[in-house]
């Protein structure tokens, strides 16, 4: 069955999961949980995100998968970039949030741990392999139906007065993403890739965005 959203087919889907955040081949250790120490750059693995997002793309059609040294910004930005409209971005990681000084802007308080994150990137000149939320503002994701951030904390940000609060979720709306799946709490990774597949197959199924997540 063709998964559909709102009664609109999606015909495309582009999946990041378990990047590689150090140096190629070194040793690192794995996580349970999708959280890091983001002041001492300490980001383990997490393998049950190359699972989730595997999974994932054997459910849809037209998937592509970023995964390990291949998990990184430029993939993203790359994959909402190609001529025909990107109906999914899901993205697999160690989310953050860190709330930073008055003089900084607060979009990049929060954001998205990336392939090379803990060795200056991989995606090339300006690229670190930290996706901040002032970053998401700046992508085209008007056409796209559904953004998953399958991370911890991505619901989180800097609230201000009047403003609201600025994060992850203020950053996919002002880039124009339609609708979008986030977490405000640690989660576990385990458990959340059961989550995200089986969140996956009420969508095939037919269950409208928020039923299936409830239902899940």
Aim: negative net charge; proline residues 4%.
């Amino acid at each position: 069955m063709r998964l559909t959203h709102e009664g609109s087919p999606i015909n495309s889907a582009a999946l990041i999961g378990d990047p590689t955040y150090g140096v190629a081949g070194t040793q690192i250790a794995q996580a349970d949980t999708r959280s890091i120490d983001f002041e001492n750059r300490i980001f383990p693995r997490l393998s049950g995100t190359q699972q989730e997002v595997e999974q994932i793309a054997a459910l849809l059609p037209n998937a592509s998968l970023y995964t390990q040294l291949n998990a990184t910004e430029l993939a993203i930005k790359t994959a909402i970039a190609q001529p025909d409209p990107l109906g999914i971005l899901h993205i697999a990681t160690h989310g953050f949030f860190e709330p930073v000084s008055e003089t900084e802007n607060p979009l990049l308080s929060s954001g998205l741990i990336l392939a090379g994150a803990a060795a200056g990137g991989q995606s090339g000149t300006d690229q670190d392999g930290i996706l901040s939320a002032l970053e998401v503002t700046g992508l085209e994701l008007s056409n796209t139906q559904l953004v998953v951030l399958s991370a911890c904390q991505t619901g989180l940000g800097e609230t201000f007065t009047g403003e609201g609060l600025y994060g992850l979720r203020r950053a996919l709306v002002l880039a124009g993403a339609r609708s979008q799946v986030i977490s405000l709490w640690k989660v576990d990774d385990t458990a959340t890739q059961k989550l995200m597949v089986d969140y996956y197959n009420r969508l095939i199924a037919g269950t409208p965005r928020d039923e299936a997540l409830r239902a899940t």
